[in-house]
């Protein structure tokens, strides 16, 4: 059974790059589509994009110029990068397994953009 | 982009009500829809993909119905794990992947 688990700085300060990596255990890479999805406090649902195991990118539009996923086979994990944060980027970030329904998510983990 | 409106966005019920939540699309999306169920502080759930088909392990009590612009999601007798937030997913066209707002489900 797939497991996936988010990690990263939990405070982040404006301006600054938001970085996250999700862990996959019980499954490979390949050849699936990882995706990032956001929830600010107390909001609904945001998809960011995601990353296929080739390393093919899909992005959220409004947030394609601060946006970079990548996947590293060789430890079997995926990255997030958002650049130029600001408060409006404070969520709890889930990565999920798929690119069209998700059935394996993260437990997600929150990122307050704050100085 | 695809919007999608959920209605309610809250919604009051019992223990053994019929419950429908409704989800309409900006364009035809076909059956390209999905249904999540989330409880605070976890990740939402995976109930119904392809507007009608139930994700293995969802009780049958969990049903879905729709195409094109207008679909439902059906608990045909709320249990006291059902009270949740509820959200509707198109996946026809990416990017983006879009969700409704959610509607609340919540004790009477």
């Known amino acids: 059974q797939v497991q996936l688990q988010e990690s990263g700085p939990g405070l982040v300060r404006p301006s600054e790059t938001l970085s996250l990596t999700c862990k996959v255990s019980?499954?490979?890479?390949?050849?699936?589509?990882w995706t990032w999805i956001r929830q600010a406090p107390g909001k609904g649902l945001e998809w960011i994009g995601y990353v296929y195991h080739n390393g093919d990118t899909k992005y959220n539009l409004s947030l394609k110029s601060r946006l970079t996923m990548s996947v590293d086979t060789s430890k079997n994990d995926f990255s997030l990068k958002l650049t130029s944060t600001t408060a409006a980027d404070t969520a709890v970030y889930y990565c999920?397994?798929?690119?069209?329904?998700?059935?394996?998510w993260g437990q997600g983990t929150l990122v307050t953009v704050s100085s | 982009d695809i919007q999608m409106t959920q209605s309610p966005s809250s919604l009051s019920a019992s223990v053994g009500d019929r419950v429908t939540i409704t989800c309409r699309a900006t364009q035809s999306i076909s059956n390209f829809v999905n249904w999540y169920q989330q409880k605070p502080g976890k990740a939402p759930k995976l109930l119904i993909y392809y507007a009608s088909t139930l994700q293995t392990g969802v009780p049958s009590r969990f049903s879905g119905s729709g195409s094109g612009t207008h679909f439902t999601l059906t608990i045909s007798s709320l249990q006291p794990d059902d009270f949740a937030t509820y959200y509707c997913q198109q996946s026809y066209s990416s990017p983006p992947i879009t969700f409704g707002q959610g509607t609340r489900l919540d004790m009477k």
């Open positions: 999920a397994r798929g690119s069209g329904n998700f059935v394996s």
């Open positions: 019980g499954a490979s890479i390949s050849p699936y589509y």
